[in-house]
Every structure is written in structure tokens, then in C-alpha cells.
């Protein structure tokens, strides 16, 4: 039965990672979009700076609301709090039929 709980907790993580990797290159190909071309590097750098301000501030809380609620509240509250940038994919994702206007770039 251990080996068996250790197997469902490695695809899990396995199914989180690759997670992160997929909204991690959304948000640099997007970053990568919202940039001016002759200032790319200044406005990349300070993107990538602002991107992370909240994952440094909400990993230092996040042990206390674990204490408080438990992981199972925990997760739901993240996922409900992930809804919302899923939702813009809507909006700003290339599949929603809108042709880019030259003047976009």
C-alpha cells in the first residue's frame, strides 16, 4: 500500500509541474508580446520583477492558512483563486478569432 500512495503523490506532482511549465511559457510568451521591440529587456525584466511579487508574499502565508484550514481547503481555495486568470485565457488567448491589428506590434 505504500508504494502505491507514493505513485499517486509522483503523478500528481508530476501533473503540478507540468502545470507550471505550460503557465510559465504562457506568461513569457506574453510578457514576450506585451513588450515595445526598442525596449524589450527594460520592460522583460521589470514584467518578470512584478510577475513574481505575489508568489513571494502569498509562500511566506501560506503554512499559516494551511494550520487554520487544512490542505483540502487549501487546494480549493486555490483553485477558485485560478479561475479568474483561466477565464481571461478567453479574452487574450490566440484561439479566440480575433485577427491582430498591424498598429497591435
Same mark, same amino acid.
Given at each position: 500500500?505504500?508504494? /502505491? ?6 503523478? !500528481? =506532482?508530476?501533473? *503540478? /509541474?507540468? +502545470? ?8 513569457? !510568451?506574453?510578457?514576450?508580446? =506585451? ?15 512584478? !510577475?513574481?511579487? &505575489?508568489?513571494?508574499?502569498? =509562500? !511566506?502565508?501560506? +503554512? /499559516?492558512?494551511? *494550520? ?25 488567448? &490566440?484561439?479566440?478569432?480575433?485577427? &491582430?491589428?498591424?498598429?497591435? =506590434?
Amino acid at each position: 500500500m505504500v508504494g /502505491y500512495n507514493h505513485f499517486v503523490l509522483a503523478i !500528481a =506532482s508530476g501533473f *503540478e /509541474y507540468l +502545470g507550471v511549465g505550460l503557465g510559465s511559457v504562457a506568461l513569457i !510568451a506574453f510578457m514576450a508580446k =506585451s513588450t515595445n521591440k526598442h525596449f524589450t529587456a527594460t520592460q522583460f525584466a521589470l514584467l518578470t520583477s512584478i !510577475a513574481v511579487i &505575489p508568489r513571494t508574499f502569498v =509562500s !511566506a502565508t501560506t +503554512g /499559516y492558512i494551511i *494550520e487554520s484550514v487544512g490542505y483540502t481547503q487549501f487546494f480549493t481555495i486555490c483553485f477558485l483563486c485560478a479561475l479568474p486568470g483561466m477565464l481571461m485565457l478567453i479574452k487574450v488567448a &490566440p484561439w479566440n478569432g480575433e485577427k &491582430p491589428s498591424p498598429t497591435d =506590434s
